[in-house]
């Protein structure tokens, strides 16, 4: 279950009744999330900013609300700028590497956690971004910060008719 923040969307949007819209990541190339995190300016001392990833790690869910269609592949990333645009000294923080259209049904969820100690230095702006490989059609994305988030791909399945005593 997820708890879901205005302040931690990075992708998308929910409305005022609920529901969830995603961002849309046709095309192909970079396509960089709608909002972008502040984290605080460098001249305030680093509390704020060094805080990002110490002491537990931070995880963003990526929903995908529409399947891609058409294209090769889509890579998930977590990522740090200068700007608020994304677009300045961007440093990928973490990444899923590219994940194959047919493995992102609507509905799948894939997380990404920025590890406790990070490689790079802290930068003043963070987001995220998907990098499609092939022009990308219906694609969308909703991502946010969550807690504990666990992915499809870490459940772990026994066999049946067996029971734990």
Do not use: W
Request: proline fraction near 4%; hydrophobic fraction near 40%.
């Amino acid at each position: 279950m997820a708890i879901y923040d205005g302040l931690t969307i990075l992708c998308g949007a929910i409305s005022s009744a609920g529901a969830i819209t995603g961002q849309a990541c046709n095309g192909a190339g970079s396509i960089i999330s709608t909002n972008t995190m502040d984290l605080g300016s460098l001249a305030l001392g680093g509390n704020q900013i060094s805080a990002l990833g110490q002491g537990k790690s931070i995880t963003v869910d990526f929903h995908v609300r529409t399947a891609p269609t058409v294209g090769t592949s889509c890579e998930f990333q977590l990522i740090q700028a200068d700007d608020a645009a994304l677009t300045s000294g961007v440093q990928v923080l973490v990444s899923t590497g590219p994940v194959p259209i047919a493995n992102l049904p609507a509905g799948r969820h894939v997380y990404l956690s920025v590890p406790p100690t990070g490689q790079y230095l802290p930068k003043r702006y963070f987001g995220a971004r998907v990098v499609n490989v092939g022009v990308i059609a219906t694609h969308t994305v909703f991502a946010c910060l969550v807690q504990d988030g666990q992915s499809q791909l870490d459940q772990t399945l026994f066999r049946t008719g067996y029971s734990v005593a």
